[in-house]
């Protein structure tokens, strides 16, 4: 038919979805790909610590962070089964982390839920003082 299109009707979009380059597949004929907004954090509180304690909390704050599965900071990896850096509880607009201990300086932030890297619209990095330690000789 001259200048006509053909086209197919459908009643859901019709995309080709891939993750760092990949095209996904699926291994039946009708499967569905259902976008996810992503996670965003928009604050880390506090952002500077000068002194350490035994238990320390970082509370992330954002949007869709029900989901957080692994935090790290400065490279140090936080999860729920970490014991120096753990994942305390996880809502939709926050994320409560406890640590004893990490190294010192400007440590970054990067958050991780079930559908990857949260993006980070806000504070990235957290400040921690050195810390002094006294030893008494015997």
Do not use: W
């Not at 859901?12 to 993750?19: A, G, L, Y």
């Not at 990490?102 to 619209?121: E, I, M, R, S, W």
């Amino acid at each position: 038919i001259k200048f006509t299109t053909l086209n197919s009707t459908y009643s859901k979009p019709q995309v080709q979805v891939r993750r760092n380059g990949i095209l996904a597949t699926c291994n039946t004929v009708d499967c569905d790909f259902e976008f996810t907004d992503p996670s965003t954090v928009t604050d880390l509180v506090p952002a500077r610590f000068d002194t350490l304690k035994n238990s320390n909390i970082l509370t992330i704050k954002g949007d869709g962070l029900r989901d957080v599965d692994r935090v790290l900071i400065g490279g140090m990896k936080c999860t729920k089964e970490t014991e120096l850096c753990k994942i305390e509880s996880t809502g939709p607009f926050e994320t409560i982390i406890s640590f004893s201990a990490l190294p010192y300086g400007t440590l970054g932030v990067k958050v991780f839920t079930k559908h990857g890297l949260a993006l980070n619209t806000g504070i990235q990095s957290i400040y921690v003082a050195p810390q002094s330690i006294s030893l008494n000789p015997s």
